[in-house]
């Protein structure tokens, strides 16, 4: 019994200690044509401004997709916070052409820590906004794109 209980006393513990997805949404691309212009939103509610954040970007493509890397611009709003637009590259394929990422069949995700260890300015919906910013237009054969926060 003792045994059990101490089992059970380290499962709670460990498990008080993991991070937990505050908030996680992935949009799909429309027929696979990512457009410019074409920027997905995502409104994120915060009640803890003392809160610290990892922001994820997710993005799903098919075996199909021409390119090893894509550029996305991360657009930011909310109360208290200066409208904001990040270009970020992520690497998608090692050099050799394997994919990087997880695989489903002809479907890979892949999920790039965007920001650490961060924290709102203040109460209120904030809005994170990405678009694709490659010289291809429409790009091809990307699934989806999200958010992910984990509430640190």
């Not at 101490?6 to 997805?21: K, N, R, T, W, Y």
């Not at 996305?72 to 990422?101: F, M, Q, V």
Request: hydrophobic share 35%; aromatic share 16%; proline share 3%.
């Amino acid at each position: 019994m003792k045994t059990y209980c101490f089992f059970i006393f380290v499962l709670f513990l460990f498990s008080s200690c993991q991070e937990a997805v505050f908030y996680e949404k992935n949009t799909p691309i429309l027929n696979r044509r990512w457009e410019y212009g074409d920027i997905k939103e995502f409104p994120v509610h915060i009640e803890d401004k003392n809160a610290l954040y990892a922001v994820y970007v997710n993005l799903r493509n098919t075996d199909k997709y021409d390119f090893s890397n894509v550029f996305l611009r991360i657009h930011e709003s909310g109360p208290a916070l200066a409208d904001t637009a990040n270009r970020i590259e992520l690497k998608l394929a090692e050099l050799d052409g394997r994919w990087t990422g997880n695989d489903a069949g002809s479907l890979y995700e892949h999920q790039v820590l965007y920001k650490e260890n961060y924290s709102f300015p203040d109460t209120g919906t904030y809005t994170f906004g990405i678009e694709q910013n490659m010289r291809e237009n429409p790009l091809l054969d990307v699934s989806d794109v999200g958010i992910k926060l984990v509430k640190k």
